[in-house]
């Protein structure tokens, strides 16, 4: 069982129902059926399935044909309920409990133990916590087969189960003066000797120690950038002769420490697992790492599940991001895939990012984690100067800034940083004009055909007719449904017009835009404006000469829980690309004077995770409870969260629960917003008492799915978007 603090994980075995004791682990096998063989006749597997009351294994009897190759975690086919089935085999036993005779393994699928037994005891721990089936794990967890692939590596040979410490690079047991030579690659006085504990927990990993830190690091470019900071954690736990592994965001961020981790390790050494790549490339770096052939696997969400031998450290960068988040059941986050793979394996832990998000504050708060942070002398010489123009000064200077879609010490701040290099402007929108809204009310103007918002396309001028963003019906009459007044007016400006209207105030200067479909990964240094919506800031190999944060405001005022989390996240993740103060570097940021913004301006990223988290725990909001939400149709969340309170309330335990409240849905595929009957019920759950409740959930959510008595729901655990 995971120890972190209050995990609420647990540790589950095979789901045992009473509804399930009709499913038999196998059906009657006809007379005269093949050979069986001599040896564990029996395996135990595990079915392909989505379905939760399945979500169990099956026993099945192994014919003397496919003894050989009929191994633990290689992927079959099986006849279940008449029907040819994928699956992986768990086990191989001697006899079966099923009471009757075994229906024989149908085929095997392909000889490669691609599922190991510590990444089936992870999936499991992953499936118990988030309430959902091991097989949706899995799913997410195993590249798809590229047969081709199997058959050119075998010719190689490349395909056995392990390999010598010799072929594998550091892999491995290996000698003390090799271990030197290794280490000897990490520069003594590299980035880390910044931190405070920084060179300690390198030493740390050397030393073939699991140390847990969360990192707050300072700078998004150059030779002293995160990149670097993971490429030496990495180096030095590859040299105690331990595997890593080490999962960001998206491609970009990928690429980065790819080129930092190459610097210091063989490039063979490194297996690089991401869907963006395409299934023949993903699952060659998975059977890579599967045969010890590498010792490092990076990559995105999946590749917190990569098969790393000896494994001595996982890491996570920016675990803030939703793009952490698995978008199919059961929603896993990769923070907490990582937590749960340190606990099993016993392995070091490194979470970085420029923030500290309010779930890793709980972690140094408990004392699970040690913080790896800057003194405040080191932090004034490398972070930028940052200047608020809602601060009482500038507003005396500028009585416009507030309303200001570019305040004076904006302009300045981009007319001054264009002299030394290039200058980033973060919006907070893609597109050129994305909505409108009433001039008199400030209503969002609707389309009166589906109810859709209005916007005007492109580059037009104020006469231009408004249309709909769903059905793209024109708007050449519309009044306001609220106060009936005929005028419009903007509700945001959008990173196109944004760059539109710098290109004009600054003539001759290159305007460079970065959002949507056309994210740039860097940007060269040059005297330009760079232009680009929160997340798709370039990187600038020198850093930028200065940024705007506009839009502040904007971030802040949406509806969600994490709002000012998240918008201090992004503004710091911007900030971090700038040069130091006293290099010229400064920041200029453009929102209402509140606790985010003074965490930027004093460049204190622990002090607001440490502000937020203790509001979260007075309302009892997560992270300081487990949150579970439960979608669906009336009836069927008013079923199954009674199912639910009805199981806890013998074990003595009681949730607080809100809701139903009516969810409303839009499907602008086509073209009109159709209100839904659907609700939504959220269940509050203590950590001292999830694991009994997620066991629970579970287990109703089977029982639910057997039954077939109402509409399915959606049963999510943790979901950061639902408050």
């Not at 037994?117 to 590249?143: F, N, Q, W």
């Not at 940024?547 to 005022?557: E, H, I, N, P, W």
Request: hydrophobic share 45%; proline share 7%; net charge neutral.
């Amino acid at each position: 069982m995971a120890s972190f603090p209050g995990d609420g994980s647990g540790t589950e075995e095979p789901l045992q129902l009473s509804l399930l004791q009709g499913f038999p682990a196998g059906r009657a096998q006809a007379p005269g059926g093949p050979a069986l063989a001599p040896l564990l006749p029996v395996a135990r597997v595990l079915i392909e399935s989505s379905l939760p009351h399945l979500d169990r294994p099956f026993d099945y009897s192994v014919p003397a044909s496919l003894d050989v190759v009929a191994q633990p975690g290689v992927r079959v086919k099986v006849k279940f309920n008449g029907q040819d089935l994928s699956g992986f085999i768990l086990d191989r036993l001697v006899e079966s409990d099923a009471g009757h005779t075994l229906v024989p393994l149908h085929k095997v699928v392909s000889p490669v133990q691609v599922l190991t037994p510590e990444l089936a005891g992870l999936a499991g721990k992953v499936a118990a916590r988030y309430a959902g089936t091991l097989s949706d794990v899995l799913r997410v967890a195993i590249p798809p087969r590229v047969a081709k692939l199997e058959k050119e590596l075998a010719a190689e040979g490349t395909l056995s189960s392990g390999k010598p410490a010799a072929e594998a690079g550091l892999a491995g047991e290996v000698a003390a003066e090799e271990r030197e030579q290794a280490w000897a690659r990490v520069p003594a006085a590299g980035p880390w000797s910044r931190y405070v504990n920084g060179v300690a927990f390198l030493e740390h990993l050397w030393a073939g120690e699991s140390p847990r830190a969360v990192l707050s690091a300072l700078q998004g470019f150059g030779p002293a950038g995160w990149p670097a900071l993971l490429a030496e954690a990495v180096a030095a736990v590859r040299a105690s002769g331990r595997g890593a592994v080490v999962v960001v965001p998206d491609y970009r961020d990928l690429d980065r420490v790819e080129e930092a981790l190459a610097a210091l390790l063989p490039r063979e050494d490194i297996a690089r697992l991401t869907a963006d790549d395409g299934p023949t490339a993903r699952y060659r770096s998975y059977l890579r790492v599967l045969a010890g052939s590498a010792g490092v696997a990076v990559g995105t969400r999946s590749a917190a599940y990569a098969p790393v031998h000896n494994l001595g450290l996982v890491v996570c960068w920016d675990d803030g991001d939703d793009l952490h988040i698995e978008q199919r059941s059961p929603y896993a986050h990769t923070r907490e895939i990582l937590l749960l793979r340190a606990e099993q394996e016993r392995a070091a832990c490194l979470m970085a990012a420029h923030t500290r998000s309010t779930e890793l504050q709980r972690l140094v708060d408990a004392g699970w984690a040690r913080a790896v942070e800057a003194d405040r002398p080191e932090v004034r010489r490398t972070v930028p100067r940052v200047l608020n123009t809602a601060d009482s000064f500038e507003q005396e200077r500028d009585p416009l800034a507030r309303i200001a879609r570019l305040p004076g010490a904006a302009w300045r701040a981009a007319k001054e940083g264009l002299e030394r290099g290039p200058v980033l402007v973060q919006v907070a929108r893609s597109g050129y004009v994305p909505s409108l809204v009433c001039d008199s009310c400030r209503e969002p103007a609707r389309c009166t055909a589906c109810s859709g918002p209005l916007a005007v396309a492109g580059a037009a001028g104020s006469s231009a007719v408004p249309q709909c963003r769903w059905c793209s019906a024109p708007a050449p009459a519309w009044r306001c449904s609220h106060c009936t007044s005929p005028r419009l007016r903007r509700s945001a400006t959008g990173v196109l017009r944004t760059a539109e209207e710098l290109g004009r105030a600054f003539p001759g200067k290159p305007v460079i835009t970065s959002s949507g479909d056309h994210v740039k990964a860097a940007v060269p240094d040059t005297k330009a404006l760079v232009v680009a919506t929160v997340g798709a800031e370039p990187v600038a190999a020198g850093g930028y000469a200065a940024a705007l944060l506009l839009d502040g405001d904007s971030l802040l005022r949406r509806e969600n829980l994490r709002a000012g989390e998240d918008a201090v996240r992004r503004w710091f993740n911007a900030a971090a690309l700038v040069k130091p103060a006293r290099e010229g570097g400064l920041v200029v940021i453009t929102a209402d004077d509140t606790a985010g913004v003074g965490a930027l301006l004093r460049w204190d990223a622990g002090g607001y995770a440490r502000r937020e988290l203790a509001l979260r725990q007075e309302l009892h909001l997560p992270p300081a409870v487990r949150i579970a939400s439960v979608t669906g149709g009336r009836t069927a969340v008013g079923h199954f969260t009674e199912a639910i309170e009805k199981q806890l309330a013998r074990q003595d335990i009681t949730l607080r629960t809100a809701g139903p409240a009516p969810l409303l849905l839009s499907d602008a595929r086509a073209g009109q917003c159709e209100g839904s009957e659907d609700v939504r019920t959220l269940l509050f759950i203590p950590y001292a008492r999830a694991a009994e409740a997620t066991r629970v959930m579970r287990a109703v959510k089977a029982a639910a799915a057997a039954r077939r008595s109402d509409d399915p729901v959606q049963l999510r655990l943790d979901g950061v978007d639902v408050l």
